[in-house]
């Protein structure tokens, strides 16, 4: 993935973050409240928004830093945290299918995944610089 992708990925996402938790929060309320769902709608937002900006801060890295592909690497790790982890938990809180749940984890390996490549990147600059 180029670098301008990440960032605009990262963006896009970002966006989405702020569109969802509104939406979560004027339209949905009422249901999650209901279905006691509205916590993990919230745990959906929180994620999907804090790596949208990992993966801004990624993006940036990949840009200052281009013979590290290990940047790039962590940014599909958070473009597939995002979507499992925080788009299973939106579909679980919306719909109450929660065969999802069993799904959310592997997103969470995604993220974990993802800040492994961040660590790994920024350990192969430090050795040559």
């Not at 702020?18 to 979560?24: K, S, T």
């Not at 249901?31 to 999907?48: D, M, P, W």
């Amino acid at each position: 993935m180029k670098t301008k992708h990440i960032i605009q990925t990262a963006a896009v996402s970002g966006a989405l973050a702020v569109i969802l938790g509104a939406f979560g929060a004027h339209g949905l309320e009422p249901i999650l409240e209901k279905t006691g769902r509205l916590a993990t709608y919230e745990t959906a937002v929180s994620y999907h928004f804090y790596h949208s900006l990992a993966l801004l801060m990624l993006g940036i890295l990949s840009a200052n830093f281009p013979q590290s592909n290990a940047f790039k690497q962590g940014a599909w790790f958070f473009i597939a945290g995002i979507i499992v982890f925080s788009g299973s938990l939106y579909v679980l809180s919306i719909t109450g299918v929660t065969i999802l749940g069993a799904v959310t984890p592997f997103g969470g390996v995604a993220f974990i995944l993802g800040w492994a490549w961040l660590f790994w990147g920024a350990a192969k600059i430090n050795s040559h610089s």
